[in-house]
Structure formats: structure tokens, C-alpha cells
């Protein structure tokens, strides 16, 4: 959706053919047929920061905004990169989803964005606060003799 258009040739998301898109990057993607899922670990290109999360995609992008990436994708011993950040600096983009669930990852976003003073937002210990306390409240709340005979 970032580049200037989406091929769909084998009508995946639609009828067969391309559409525009925002044209924020100097880049098209196809769709293909086959979606990609695997765990990852990067690092950002632009923060020592590093990064695990999934990539799940049917697109393949290409162009010249890939020059410009916006992580490295650590594969064995080498890496490689992914994702695009606009020559302006003003718009980036990734196949890789859970880039705000690690402090670090998600300061260094932050910084990129402009926050120049930041409390660190730890996603992780959020999540686990907030888990805890459904938990607590299924406990508080809950007829559990009533389940009983489900259970």
C-alpha cells in the first residue's frame, strides 16, 4: 500500500490486475500465490536496536526504495534487508509485525519519529500486567462451581 501500486495476477485480493497505491515509496508489490510466515530476529537500520516478530505477507516488493532499508533480518551468520525508508525519512515500512512489542525496538521508532525524551513503554511487562489482572478478575468473578460439571 506505501508504493505506487499493488499487482494482484492471480486475483487474491480482488479481480486480476494492479491498483494504485499511496506512493510514498519507490516501490510495486505483487502478490503471489503463497503466503510467507516465520519468526525473525533483526536488528533497525537506523538504531542499535534489536527486534524479534513475524513476517507474514503474500507481497513481493521491488524497487528502488529498498535501497534504503529499514531493518536487517538476521539469517544464520549473514543478514539481509527489509523492509524501506523514504528518502525523505518521513515514511517507513516493513513486512515484519511486532516491531513495538520491545522497548527497545519501540524507542528506537519513537527517536525516528522525533520523540527526542521518552519514557521507556515496555509492551512486554504491559501485556503481562494486563494478563495478570484478567486473571484476576476470571478468579474474582467466575462461578467456577458452576463449570464444574463442563470441566
Not at 72 to 92: L, R, W
Request: hydrophobic content about 40%; glycine content about 10%.
Amino acid at each position: 500500500m506505501l508504493g505506487r501500486l499493488i499487482h494482484d495476477p492471480y486475483a487474491i485480493e480482488g479481480e486480476a490486475g494492479s491498483s494504485a497505491g499511496f506512493g510514498w515509496l519507490d516501490m510495486e508489490t505483487t502478490l503471489e500465490q503463497s503466503k510467507q510466515l516465520r519468526q525473525v530476529a533483526a536488528t533497525l537500520a537506523f538504531a542499535d536496536a534489536q527486534v524479534s516478530g513475524y513476517e507474514i505477507h503474500m507481497g513481493v516488493s521491488a524497487g528502488n526504495a529498498l535501497q534504503n532499508p529499514a531493518l536487517y533480518i538476521a539469517d544464520g551468520q549473514t543478514s539481509h534487508p527489509e523492509g524501506a525508508i523514504s528518502m525523505d525519512n518521513q515514511v517507513a515500512g516493513t513486512y515484519l509485525h511486532g516491531l513495538f512489542d520491545h522497548a527497545q525496538s519501540c524507542a528506537g521508532w519513537l527517536q525516528w519519529a522525533g520523540l527526542q525524551e521518552q519514557d521507556i513503554f515496555d509492551y512486554e511487562q504491559l501485556r503481562s500486567n494486563e494478563l495478570d489482572r484478567l486473571a484476576d478478575c476470571v478468579e474474582q468473578h467466575l462461578d467456577w462451581s458452576k463449570l464444574a460439571q463442563y470441566i
